[in-house]
């Protein structure tokens, strides 16, 4: 119902904004101070060192998440229009879809998410822009803000922003080659060149926990499947709406390995020392991701004997990273496989 959907839209946008920034903003809008814990915390997670720069940051986070999804909801409202939706239900569509994109939720309005309108280049370009702005952080869009009104160079925006774009470019790029190449004769058979194109850059975009699709994902190879499951497991980055064990973790990973490679003792990324602790961290992250999941996927085919080990894979780990793409047998599981899904989300 109309009520349910509404209902649904208000806990992706609370989940977008995340628990703690919404907490943060409503102690800020009442007047009241935070704890000096939830401080410590948030200037943790938003990348601030003083308390101004916490405040100025949870209203720019405010400001950025309403104006983002105003723009992108005019542009859904006009792509819905266009594909002959009378105008107030392609306002709602506009609005809704637009929430769900930027908060990386991937909830759509249609029974087979956006597969009709894998052609339409202004609904589906303007959902994979509002999922990579949601998946880049906070701090990086801010930094972006500047870049684009105060012309600051890109050069000197700071190291986390520089890994964040650098490793989001390669996962994504990287992912729509494999798309493209791995399903150029299957399940893109039937498509143009051009549209061949899209739907792979949209898909791998998708993966950074978006959750959305514009071809039934049944269709697709298994390697490509597994494939989509790592891209899935990384997931979007730091202090964004997106979940996974985050692209500076993996790059912080890839650069303790190679150091280690080496024979070096310090892992440095461009001109910077990453400290012991970072590194330590992001093992961490990683190694606990992995086993939670290898648990998680041992207990789905205890419960669930009668789906195939690829199609618990694929569900665990877009349980686990957050992202809500499914190889279609979310709504055949048991209750207690429902409830395994759940529980791995939460």
């Known amino acids: ?48 060192s003083s308390l101004e720069e916490l405040f100025n940051m949870i209203i ?12 992108g909801a005019i542009l859904l409202t006009i792509g819905f229009t266009f594909e002959g939706f009378e105008f107030g239900t392609a306002i709602y569509y506009g609005f809704f879809h637009s929430i769900s994109a930027f908060c990386n939720a991937g909830f759509a309005m249609f029974n087979n998410s956006l597969e009709n ?19 880049l952080g906070f701090v990086v869009l801010r930094e972006l803000h500047e ?23 390669i996962l994504t790029a990287s992912g729509a080659i494999m798309i493209f190449f791995g399903e150029f004769l299957n399940a893109l058979d039937h498509y143009s060149l051009w549209e061949k194109t899209q739907i792979a850059l949209f898909q791998s975009v998708t993966l950074r926990t978006a959750g959305f699709n514009t ?13 989509m499951c790592l891209f899935m497991f990384i997931g979007a980055s730091p202090g964004s709406t997106g979940g996974g064990i985050k692209t500076t973790t993996l790059a912080v990973l890839i650069q303790s390995i190679w150091a280690t490679m080496k024979g070096e003792k310090k892992v440095d990324i461009g001109d910077r020392n990453i400290s012991q602790t970072t590194v330590v961290k992001s093992i961490a992250i990683t190694f606990i991701s992995i086993v939670i999941t290898s648990i998680f996927i041992l207990i789905m085919m205890k419960v669930e004997p009668q789906q195939s080990f690829l199609t618990l894979f694929f569900e665990v780990i877009s349980a686990i990273g957050t992202v809500g793409l499914s190889l279609g047998v979310t709504p055949y599981l048991t209750a207690a496989g429902k409830f395994v899904i759940c529980l791995v989300m939460f």
Not at 17 to 46: E, F, N, P
Not at 117 to 135: D, M, N, Q, R, V
């Open 215 to 227: 071809i039934p994902l049944t269709g697709l190879h298994a390697y490509t499947i597994y494939a």
């Open 60 to 71: 720019s986070i405010v400001k950025y998440t309403f104006f983002i999804e105003l723009w």
């Open 147 to 169: 870049v684009i009104l105060r012309k600051k160079s890109l050069k000197r925006i700071n190291m986390h922003s520089k890994i964040v774009l650098i490793t989001s470019f």
């Open 117 to 135: 309108y894998a052609g339409s280049p202004l609904i589906h370009g303007t959902i994979a822009a509002l999922i990579t702005l949601g998946g």
């Open 1 to 48: 119902s109309l009520f349910g959907q509404i209902v649904l839209l208000a806990l992706i946008q609370i989940g977008g904004l995340s628990i703690m920034t919404l907490y943060s903003s409503m102690a800020i809008l009442l007047g009241k101070s935070l704890r000096m814990k939830d401080r410590i915390l948030m200037q943790d997670l938003l990348d601030v």
